[in-house]
Every structure is written in structure tokens, then in C-alpha cells.
């Protein structure tokens, strides 16, 4: 049975960082890709970044610079979150499958972690 739990959320100050991680448990052949996506209260969950098994990574604009994503192994993912802002808000989700930004493309999820960017 394939598990992802994501950790790391909180509440943080504007201009702060947190750092997510996902821990993928279970056996899932052709891993081309993890990635991370979020839901704010009353919209639809957008993409966020996510890193290739290569290593490629790619982010959404709206936290390209700010946001770093990386691998500390061949399933466990990291989400590095700088500078994070109010709109950062939301329940943020690592995800495994495909390579690409629709959430079509990833087969397993994990619950999601809340973050909460408040002064």
C-alpha cells in the first residue's frame, strides 16, 4: 500500500520560512516526478513546484525564487519555503507520478499539511 505523509506546516510571520517534507512509504514503479501543490480556502489546487527523477526542477511563478524543492532520496521530497507570504496560505499536498503541472499527471497524494502565513 503506497502512503505519502506530508510534515512541517505551521504557522509562520510574513517574510519567514518553513521546510515540508514528504515521505513516500510502499512500492511505486516509474517514479518520473514528485511534486508539491496547494489549496487556499475557497479555490481550486494549484501547482507549486516539482523535480524530475533527474533532478530537473520547475516552479510556479507565483513562488519561483522563494520556494526551493528537492530529493533526499529516490521517493522523499523537500519543500523549502522562503520569504513566504500571506497568499502563501493554504493546505499543501506532495504528490508522485508523471512529470508535469496538472494534477492528472500524479497518482498518489498524501493528506496535505496546513501552513499559515499570519503576523
Known amino acids: 500500500q503506497v502512503q505519502l505523509v506530508e510534515s512541517g506546516g505551521g504557522l509562520v510571520q510574513p517574510g519567514g520560512s518553513l521546510r515540508l517534507s514528504c515521505v513516500v512509504s510502499?512500492?511505486?514503479?516509474?517514479?518520473?516526478?514528485m511534486g508539491w501543490f496547494r489549496q487556499a480556502p475557497g479555490k481550486q489546487r494549484e501547482f507549486v513546484a516539482q523535480?524530475?527523477?533527474?533532478?530537473?526542477s520547475n516552479y510556479a511563478d507565483s513562488v519561483r525564487g522563494r520556494f526551493t524543492i528537492s530529493k533526499d532520496s529516490a521517493k522523499n521530497t523537500v519543500l523549502q519555503m522562503n520569504s513566504l507570504k500571506s497568499e502563501d496560505t493554504a493546505v499543501y499536498y506532495c504528490?508522485?507520478?508523471?512529470w508535469g503541472t496538472g494534477e492528472s499527471n500524479y497518482h498518489y497524494w498524501g493528506q496535505g499539511t496546513q501552513v499559515t502565513v499570519s503576523s
Open positions: 504528490a508522485t507520478g508523471g
Open positions: 510502499g512500492t511505486i514503479r516509474n517514479i518520473r516526478a
Open positions: 523535480i524530475s527523477s533527474v533532478g530537473v
